[in-house]
């Protein structure tokens, strides 16, 4: 489909599903309803092949969509990391069954991720994460703090980055690995920061030894 089709159609999907626009929509705009209703028009998970149950789009279609929503403020928050980071992780990084897990429910719109990246101290510095891995026998134990963490009261699962060597003063970034962790998971604590307007969708997550097993691995671990 040519892409000034494309927006047409997008723009038409709009008007007729309504609501009010939302500033910083992707992050504060969380309706599943409406992430449910653009995935059954293939919008969600555009660029995942249809082997994982995805539509196959273009990357081209997927920018042209995704502007489209944004311009208008419309509710992408609940797919928003899922379709932005975790498919194009999983892509390229992921095995058969992170594939087959994870990218046909974030295509239909039913999973939907957090990222587990800052801690309290650390600020944008990844190599000073102080989360640690340890492995066990079902896979890894991970123990740490993670913070401003958005939408983790919502989402199913999140990325944690988290140390899994010790650290090399030389080569601070290596070292680290990144886990799929369901936030349901025994040991998983989250607890709200509010905004001083009253919102919530940032949030601390603490884990205290929570298991993540083995195919949860993103990459070599």
């Known amino acids: 489909m040519v892409t000034g089709e494309l927006r047409a159609e997008v723009r038409a999907f709009l008007a007729e599903y309504g609501g009010a626009p939302q500033v910083d929509s992707w992050l504060t705009g969380w ?23 995805g539509p196959g789009r273009s990357h081209l279609e997927r920018f042209v969509v995704t502007e489209e929503l944004l ?16 498919v194009p992780s999983l892509l390229k990084y992921g095995t058969e069954e992170q594939k087959q897990r994870y990218l046909p429910a974030i295509a239909r719109g039913e999973c939907f991720f957090g990222i587990g990246m800052s801690e309290p101290d650390s600020g944008s510095d990844l190599a000073s994460v ?6 066990a026998d079902a896979g890894w134990r991970i123990t740490g703090t993670k913070v401003w963490t958005s939408g983790a009261h919502r989402a199913d699962a999140f990325i944690c980055l988290a ?30 920061i509010v ?13 205290d030894d929570v298991l993540a097993p ?6 070599e671990g």
């Open 71 to 86: 311009a208008a403020g419309a509710p992408v928050a609940a797919h928003w990391i899922a379709d932005r980071q975790i």
């Open 163 to 192: 140390r899994t060597s010790p650290l090399d003063p030389d080569h601070r970034h290596a070292g680290l690995s990144q886990f799929i962790v369901d936030l349901r998971s025994p040991g998983v604590e989250i607890r709200p």
């Open 214 to 219: 083995v195919f949860g691995t993103i990459g």
């Open 130 to 135: 102080r989360t640690k891995g340890t492995r």
């Open 31 to 53: 309706d599943e309803e409406f992430t449910r209703a653009l995935a059954a028009k293939g919008w969600v998970g555009m660029t995942v092949p249809p082997e994982y149950g």
């Open 195 to 207: 905004s001083m307007n009253g919102a919530h969708h940032f949030n601390e997550v603490i884990l």
